[in-house]
């Protein structure tokens, strides 16, 4: 049974640093073609993707975050990590952590196919 | 960067079919995933690689892709199908996940 939890701050100053943490079990994150992504939502609107970390360490992000975001894994303890820099009251959101798994031979047939329960973050002095 | 469009809003009567849909460039080639989420609840997975369901999700949803428009279709709805849907691909000209903007489904 697969199942990811994410933790961190509830309650951020801007121009603060957010760390949040994924924590998982029921795969590897050593297994070809898994990978761990982050999506988050703000309050009423919809979802928006961040960041992917693969099993092979490989790391792709959102271009509009881009030059905010850092995504790590420390696979031994079944953890992944996301650090988002500079923190705004826009980024007050719901983050959830996702197992993606891929569906076919070849890629660009991978899914979210397990959520985490999210945690909300709100960016506020 | 690639985009997905869905309307904000959909409503169906009871035991009536909905169809959701998701419009991007030239959809057919990539792979369309769905995913509903209820009020205060995380998103769950209903649809993959266009049309095959999870175990788990009921045979009254299901997943298509022509052309422009991917459409997902939900069979005998009921009141418990109220939530938001969202479709999303893969842009590997990009590397993106990309998400549509999602659709309310209000069942009258």
């Known amino acids: 049974q697969i199942t990811l939890k994410e933790s961190g701050p509830s309650l951020v100053k801007p121009t603060q640093t957010l760390t949040l943490t994924c924590t998982f079990s029921g795969f590897s994150l050593n297994t070809g073609g898994v990978s761990v992504g982050w999506v988050r939502q703000p309050p009423g609107k919809a979802l928006e993707w961040l960041a992917l970390i693969y099993w092979d360490d490989d790391k792709r992000y959102s271009p509009s975050l881009k030059t905010r975001l850092t995504v790590t894994k420390d696979t031994s303890n079944k953890q992944v990590f996301l650090t988002l820099t500079s923190v705004d009251p826009l980024d007050t959101a719901t983050y959830y952590c996702a197992h993606r798994r891929e569906y076919c031979s070849g890629g660009a047939c991978e899914a979210f196919d397990f959520w985490g329960p999210g945690t909300l973050v709100t960016v506020s002095s | ?108």
């Open chain 2, 1 to 108: 960067s690639y985009v997905l469009t869905q309307p904000p809003s959909v409503s169906v009567a009871p035991g009536k079919t909905a169809r959701l849909t998701c419009g991007g460039t030239n959809i057919r080639s990539k792979s369309v995933n769905w995913y509903q989420q209820k009020p205060g609840q995380g998103p769950v997975l209903l649809i993959y690689y266009d049309t095959d369901r999870p175990s788990g999700i009921p045979e009254r949803f299901s997943g298509a892709s022509s052309g422009n428009t991917a459409t997902l279709t939900i069979s005998r709805v009921a009141a418990g199908d109220e939530a938001n849907y969202y479709c999303q691909v893969w842009d590997s000209s990009s590397y993106q996940v990309v998400f549509g903007g999602g659709t309310k489904l209000t069942v009258l």
